[in-house]
């Protein structure tokens, strides 16, 4: 004898699914971005290979390099890095410019970012950027970049608009850390970036900063060195060192008998190679 199919009602079909266990997928990224990848450059005259990660992460798509840091009257399309990006092969590189936030504010002036897979930060001082493009139509096109995947870049002033916390903004001096402009473009989040740490003896200069955001994380890299960042991963690639400024202390011969100060008064280095976990604020050995 055959016996019926049981059905189940649309009720109870819906209380069979939603008791169901669900699968949960990792969590965001809490410092770093949420999709696509950063390289943070400490400035001075860059290697090859720092463009080069550049173009390998923008994947044969349109790179946009934005020079108005620098602060001069008018760039021609090689500013920035922008001849580096085509002699090393990239294709499509287009310097994009105003000091206006109207015309930041436009379609227009918008309109090469629409596609673009990759974004460049020349250096000069970071305050420029943000009375540029804060709050217009092209910051916002800078975030869509990394939200579709692509790379966000800088160098020096470049580097340090990545952070949240903006350093070295005044308007006045950029020997001010904490001055008329503290807000960067927020894409490693409570974060504060500083640059040529060694080469101009900038080591200590973050603590300024920490004294009055203690929760901040800090870094600050040298001249031809970069933290690259996917999510909440970091390693550094170039030259020299990346300082970290987390409150902890790291060191490759161990810490255990070394003599340190208070955690308010620590950093410590990584180098090319160097990963670093932007969530727990520690080095992954």
């Known amino acids: 004898m055959r016996l019926p199919t049981p059905t189940l009602s649309a009720s109870a079909l819906l209380l069979l699914l939603t008791s169901q266990p669900t699968m949960t997928r990792a969590a965001d990224p809490v410092v770093g971005p ?24 923008a994947a044969g798509g349109p790179i946009v390099v934005i020079p108005t840091a620098d602060g001069a009257p008018t760039y021609d399309q090689n500013a920035a890095g922008a001849s ?74 470049g580097a340090s608009i990545q952070g949240s916390f903006l350093a070295r903004g005044d308007t006045a001096t950029n020997q001010i850390l904490v001055g008329d402009h503290t807000v960067g473009f927020g894409y490693l989040r409570n974060v504060a970036i500083d640059q040529h740490v060694l080469v101009r003896g900038r080591i200590f200069d973050m ?44 060191a490759r011969e161990g810490s255990s008998e070394k003599n340190l100060p208070p955690s308010n008064q620590l950093f410590y280095f990584l180098r090319a190679g160097d990963r670093y976990d932007l969530a727990a604020r520690k080095v992954v050995e």
């Open 34 to 57: 949420v999709n696509g990848s950063l390289v943070v450059v400490g400035g001075g005259t860059l290697s090859d290979s720092i463009y080069q990660e550049v173009i390998t992460r």
């Open 84 to 157: 580096s990006f085509r002699r090393l092969g990239a294709s499509s590189v287009t310097v994009l410019h105003t000091y206006d936030p109207k015309v930041a504010d436009t379609d227009a002036f918008v309109a090469p970012l629409v596609n673009a897979s990759a974004v460049w930060f020349g250096g000069g001082r970071q305050w420029r950027l943000v009375d540029a493009y804060a709050g217009t139509k092209t910051e916002k096109a800078f975030q869509a970049v990394l939200d579709r995947g692509g790379v966000i870049g800088g160098s020096s002033a």
């Open 207 to 250: 603590f300024d900063i920490l004294k009055v955001r203690p929760e901040l994380l800090g870094f600050g890299c040298d001249e031809n060195t970069a933290l690259v960042v996917d999510g909440d991963d970091a390693h550094v690639i170039g030259a020299s060192y990346c300082a970290i400024y987390d409150g902890g202390f790291w």
